[in-house]
Structure formats: C-alpha cells, structure tokens
C-alpha cells in the first residue's frame, strides 16, 4: 500500500488544519487506519486510530477533544481535523494503515505502509 499525507502548514495557537491521507494498492475499507506524530527529538507517539469497520476510533489524552478521525472509503482516504491547535503539537505528522486486514490496534506496532509524512508546526 501506498500512502500520501497532506495538509500539514504552518498555523498560529488555536487555528486549525485536516491532514488527509490518500491510500491506493489495496482494498482500504479492509484496514484500520492510524495518525502519529514525532517532534523534533521525540520519540513517535500514535495520535489516533480508526477501525475498519464501525468507525471505532482512540485517541491520545493529549487530543482527546481537540482532534477528530474519520475516513471517506469511497475515496481512500482517510483524514485528522486539528482544532485548537497547540504548540505542542507541532511535528511531523504521519499516516499508516494496519498491516493486517480485519483488525484493529491503538498500538502504532500493528501499523506499517508509513506515508511520507507532513509538517505540522504551530506557532504561539
């Protein structure tokens, strides 16, 4: 699988951003679907996770209410809306599609197909 990020930019503290992600070479809906970030000097840390079904999603306590997962399988993507956007939030961010079909995990172990990644940076 293929996977192309978008949207990332630079922003000011509170505006906001989607970041989408565009998968191609192979049947999307079957797999869940993942964002992660990584700082400068940070260690990667998964921000949120979709299934492939249902729309189960999780999030890290530290966008809980501020980011919102979703996927549009008749297109392929899948995309993060950013709202309130925090310093802290500034890093690069990546896609990543569950390397088993029919699963789902919050664990960024059970994602593979990593996109190129875009550049998320806030300013303060």
């Known amino acids: 699988v293929q996977l192309q990020a978008s949207g990332g930019g630079l922003v000011q503290a509170g505006d906001s951003l989607t970041l989408s992600c565009v998968a191609s070479?192979?049947?999307?809906?079957?797999?869940?679907m993942g964002w992660f970030r990584q700082a400068p000097g940070k260690e990667r840390q998964v921000v949120a996770t979709i299934s492939w079904s249902f729309g189960t999603t999780a999030y890290a306590d530290s966008v809980k209410g501020r980011f919102t997962i979703f996927r549009g399988n008749a297109k392929n993507t899948v995309y993060l809306q950013m709202n309130s956007l925090k310093p802290e939030d500034t890093a690069v961010y990546y896609c990543?599609?569950?390397?088993?079909?029919?699963?789902?995990?919050?664990?960024?172990?059970?994602?593979?197909?990593w996109g190129q990644g875009t550049l998320v940076t806030v300013s303060s």
């Open positions: 070479g192979r049947t999307f809906s079957r797999y869940s």
């Open positions: 990543a599609s569950s390397l088993a079909a029919w699963t789902y995990s919050q664990s960024d172990a059970d994602f593979g197909s």
